[in-house]
């Protein structure tokens, strides 16, 4: 802290990677800047040259799943054009001296969320996300089944340039690899670290920090007070079954988790009042955005417990999760050279904001 008591720097250490690091540093917002523009969203229901509406299905390749039928699709599955990941070859990994490389062996696939182009997230009807999630569900378990070679299968969703999205249609992304990828890796580590010495899951204890813990921090010399956590600082949204929360450590300043408020280390075993509870959370959750930084372009990703050997003993370790993460600021020389975060805004003020959104 500094003189200005509204003023935070201070250094934060992620208590699930806690080789990841955030600081937060609010004078910084002072500055002058350039910001990811927002993005002017299209609310067209159609737009004739997308690839991706209703009427281009020829657009795009065959449909690989496709509710509730081909015909009168509300979301559809297709292969990536431009895969980062195939399953057209299958040479082996290449060794020479210290240089080593695996096969970019995998699947890539679009899901189209829905057959409206410009609808957003927040937009739409409970039911329709809850089939979303059903749908993913039901394709990452087809891929774990299909090929005992996958080891991760990773959903995703980019919107706006800056967060990597080339198509302006709703749709997220299904990516399955032969690896674990190094930050879902980190997470089962680090969390299954924790359990071998508390015997409790690291997301569970920060859920019920977040629900029931408060402190209140004094001045060593003064003994004025410095800050005040009080219950339910970091919460942003809570349904019956899921929670949303603002990271202590934030890696971007309006970056949310939605996690399971009762224990579970795989999305698989999720069933459809679940993902009533989750759609309604989300949707909540992504309004509440909307309102504070309309027009963002962001990333959310689901961590769930990798399959295979590696994670055969992290379930009561591990707790799947679902990550947003706007984006409203570019990486400075400082962000990428260290690889340390950078947030001018603190969490607990973001979180407020947030929160303090009057939902219809």
Not at 65 to 81: G, M, S, T, Y
Not at 127 to 155: A, C, G, P, T
Not at 213 to 219: G, N, V
Request: aromatic share 8%; proline share 5%.
């Amino acid at each position: 802290m500094t003189d200005n008591d509204d003023t935070v720097r201070e250094i934060r250490i992620n208590p699930i990677v806690p080789s990841e690091s955030v600081l937060v540093a609010t004078a910084r917002g002072m500055r002058p800047t350039t910001e990811e523009k927002r993005v002017e969203r299209n609310t067209a229901s159609h737009v004739d040259r997308c690839p991706f509406c209703v009427g281009n299905e020829d657009k795009t390749p065959p449909t690989i799943v496709a509710e509730p039928d081909e015909k009168n699709w509300q979301i559809r599955i297709v292969e990536n054009l431009y895969p980062v990941l195939g399953d057209d070859r299958n040479d082996a990994g290449i060794n020479f001296g210290l240089q080593q490389a695996i096969e970019g062996y995998g699947r890539h696939e679009v899901i189209i969320d829905h057959n409206n182009h410009g609808i957003a997230i927040h937009e739409m009807e409970i039911s329709h996300l809850q089939m979303l999630f059903s749908i993913y569900k039901q394709r990452m378990q087809q891929l774990y089944d299909n090929d005992e070679r996958i080891r991760y299968v990773l959903v995703f969703k980019n919107f706006g340039e800056a967060a990597g999205a080339s198509i302006k249609h709703t749709h997220s992304q299904i990516i399955a690899m032969p690896v674990i990828p190094e930050n879902v890796y980190n997470e089962v580590l680090n969390s299954r670290n924790y359990y071998q010495k508390t015997h409790q899951c690291i997301f569970c204890s920060l859920i019920d920090e977040a629900l029931t813990f408060e402190a209140t921090i004094y001045d060593r010399e003064s003994g004025e007070v410095r800050r005040k956590i009080d219950v339910g600082q970091y919460v942003v949204e809570r349904g019956e079954k899921f929670i949303a929360i603002k990271p202590f450590a934030s890696r971007y300043e309006w970056e949310v988790h939605i996690l399971p408020l009762k224990h579970e280390s795989d999305f698989l075993n999720s069933n459809d009042a679940d993902f009533e509870d989750l759609s309604k959370v989300l949707k909540n959750t992504m309004a509440r955005l909307d309102h504070v930084i309309g027009g963002t372009q962001y990333n959310f990703f689901l961590h769930s417990q990798p399959h295979g050997n590696a994670c055969s003993d992290c379930a009561p370790s591990y707790h799947w999760h679902l990550e947003i993460c706007p984006r409203t600021s570019i990486p400075t020389g400082f962000e990428l050279g260290s690889g340390l975060f950078v947030s001018t805004i603190s969490p607990e003020d973001a979180a407020k904001q947030l929160r303090d959104v009057t939902l219809d």
